[in-house]
């Protein structure tokens, strides 16, 4: 299956069969997380593997009782941290190391995120860059999930607090999804999709 592929497959769905899902295959869709890309290399992302019932049941509770959420056999809760932005000198200097970017680059970005010279409007940046990376990091498990068998549905509707509480994540951390994973027990249909003329433009916004 190519990526075209993957992308035209991908479903959300909201009914699984109860068939555990290996431990190899949840290694496979963590580690396409992993490859992600994410700016300056940050990774800000966090992911917690629930197999629990009793804890699968809770997080459906707390996801307003959406019966797809405990019904799947795994759970991922989808996390970002901001504080991996306070180990952004040292990924500076893997990039650099890497030939990524030019040693210059340390002198430049650096001096800006040093700890403690945070401004709130900076944290707020962070927060959406973080949030950002992760997106493309949980996208990444979806497409590979497609491949593998397996269906996904992003879940963006809970009480957060709760969340945290269950799965006992700090207040530092930020829960961008929780991401039932299972093999699927339903074929939905493609949903409706805007035809490019209405969303791209070119060269200006609103030129066709």
């Not at 940046?125 to 979806?142: F, K, M, Q, R, S």
Request: hydrophobic content about 40%; glycine content about 6%; some cysteine.
């Amino acid at each position: 299956m190519d990526v075209r592929e993957a992308i035209n497959k991908r479903r959300s769905i909201r009914k699984f069969k109860p068939d555990p899902v290996s431990d190899d295959l949840l290694l496979q869709l963590l580690d396409s997380a992993r490859l992600a890309p994410s700016g300056s290399n940050t990774q800000p992302w966090r992911f917690i593997v629930v197999k629990d019932t009793d804890t699968r049941q809770k997080l459906q509770t707390a996801s307003y009782n959406q019966r797809h959420v405990g019904q799947a056999p795994v759970i991922i809760a989808c996390c970002a941290d901001i504080r991996a932005f306070g180990e952004f000198p040292e990924r500076i200097d893997e990039l650099i190391a890497a030939g990524a970017l030019p040693a210059k680059t340390r002198e430049v970005f650096v001096p800006s995120l040093k700890k403690g010279g945070m401004s709130a409007d900076m944290k707020w940046h962070l927060l959406i860059a973080a949030t950002g990376n992760t997106d493309i990091a949980i996208e990444h498990i979806v497409l590979q999930a497609v491949e593998l068998g397996l269906g996904t549905c992003w879940v963006r509707w809970f009480d957060d607090n709760k969340v945290k509480e269950i799965l006992e994540i700090p207040n530092t951390i930020e829960i961008i999804a929780l991401l039932p994973v299972g093999y699927p027990a339903e074929e939905p249909p493609q949903r409706p999709r805007f035809d490019l003329e209405k969303i791209v433009y070119y060269e200006k916004y609103g030129a066709s």
